[in-house]
């Protein structure tokens, strides 16, 4: 008989933890954690607070700190690093992952200086593997606590999504596939930063309307760029595109909803982030979303917006007074 397919992810923060977890329960899964004391915590207690509180996690999850071990076993690797450390964590074991080992990526931002997908830094990297994504509205903790979600496995072959979907799959995590891997990446990281402008929205206590408006409008420039950049605009009305952002934009637990709650109220974005302690991808993406607009000659005013407050160049109502001065044009010009 064939032994099971081993997956091994890389990075024990919230995200890489919880679907390390979906993965133990469909086969052996190892989980990398650079820290040896989160590896130790969730060997032998089966926790890991740092990320996750109390909630217990599956007995038969594994977890090392030596991502030389993790990187020999893995049939599948799963990178659950934020996006400014994929290339220093892949670059320690670009020699030592087999050929043909398909590799997704969790990352929902872009790499500073190159400005490049998560994807296209792991097929830097790693070249010749076959690349994706697991993407969609998955907050941690909901999904750890067993609240149904869903997502997607997004490769150009649609034949290696259909080997990984069961991987991640539960009764009550659907896991779609789709091969438009740009306009599914693109979702994930462009939505963080509308999320942000969701945040200021609700620190500053505007209405309802508002917040639908923000929402709306930055869907219409997550359209545009992505568009711009080729991407399938049809791509932004599934999970991966409008049904993240509503996720990350209404939930209490969305770290960049937080931030920008916490700028909203008076505090600079080296304190929002140091409140937060975890990764809040918008933070670091929206300058580099803003030279992609330039680039590809696309109005993204709510992110330019975003981008001003967390350089610190505007108030958050500065910016909200700001937008009320965008001229509207049509609608259904989305393009
Ligand atoms: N949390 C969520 O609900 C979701 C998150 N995501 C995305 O997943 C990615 C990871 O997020 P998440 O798990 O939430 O982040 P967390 O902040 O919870 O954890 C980050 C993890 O990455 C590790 N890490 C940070 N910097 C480095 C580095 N330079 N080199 C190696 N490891 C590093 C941290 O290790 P250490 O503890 O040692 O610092 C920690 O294990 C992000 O891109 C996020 O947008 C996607 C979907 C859902
Ligand atoms: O991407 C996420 C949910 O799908 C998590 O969002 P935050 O990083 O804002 O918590």
């Known amino acids: ?27 052996p899964t190892l989980l990398w954690a650079r820290d040896a004391d989160s590896a ?56 030592e992952v087999r050929a043909w080992v398909p590799v997704l990526s969790l990352a929902k931002g872009l790499e500073p200086g190159t400005r490049q997908r998560p994807t296209e830094v792991i097929a830097e990297c790693l070249p010749g593997h076959p690349v994706g994504l697991l993407a969609g509205p998955n907050l941690a903790k909901e999904i750890l606590a067993g609240m149904a979600a869903a997502s997607v496995v997004a490769t150009q072959d649609e034949r290696v999504a259909t080997a990984l979907q069961p991987l991640f799959a539960s009764p009550v995590f659907r896991v779609y596939r789709n091969t438009d891997v740009l306009g599914c990446e693109l979702g994930g990281i462009l939505k963080n930063i509308v999320a942000i402008a969701s945040g200021m929205a609700d620190g500053l206590g505007v209405g309802d309307n508002t917040r639908a408006m923000v929402l709306a409008r930055g869907l219409a420039e997550m359209i545009r760029l992505g568009e711009a950049m080729g991407a399938h605009p049809r791509t932004f009305s ?3 595109g409008v049904g993240d952002l509503i996720a ?5 637990s969305s770290r960049n909803r937080r931030v920008g709650e916490y700028l909203a109220k008076g505090m600079t974005t080296e304190q929002a982030v140091a409140e937060l302690g975890q990764v809040a991808e ?19 005013p709510i992110a330019s917006e975003v981008e ?11 910016a909200y007074r700001g937008l009320r001065h965008v001229e509207p044009g049509d609608e259904e010009d989305l393009a």
């Not at 990350?248 to 209490?252: A, F, Q, R």
Request: hydrophobic share 40%.
């Open 40 to 95: 130790d915590e969730i060997n032998t207690e089966h926790r890991n607070t740092r990320y996750l509180g109390d909630h217990p996690l599956r007995a038969d999850l594994r977890a090392t700190s030596d991502i030389v071990e993790a990187a020999h076993e893995a049939d599948v690797l799963v990178v659950g690093v934020p996006s400014h450390a994929v290339r220093e964590t892949l670059n320690e074991i670009s020699n």
């Open 1 to 27: 008989m064939a032994r099971p397919v081993r997956v091994v992810v890389l990075g024990a923060g919230s995200w890489g933890t919880t679907v390390a977890s979906l993965a133990a329960r469909n086969t």
């Open 238 to 240: 599934g999970l991966t």
């Open 248 to 252: 990350t934009c209404i939930s209490p």
């Open 308 to 318: 001003a407050v967390v350089a610190g160049r505007r108030t958050p109502e500065e």
């Open 282 to 300: 918008g933070v670091k993406t929206a300058p580099t979303v803003m030279e992609l607009a330039r680039d590809h000659d696309v109005e993204m």
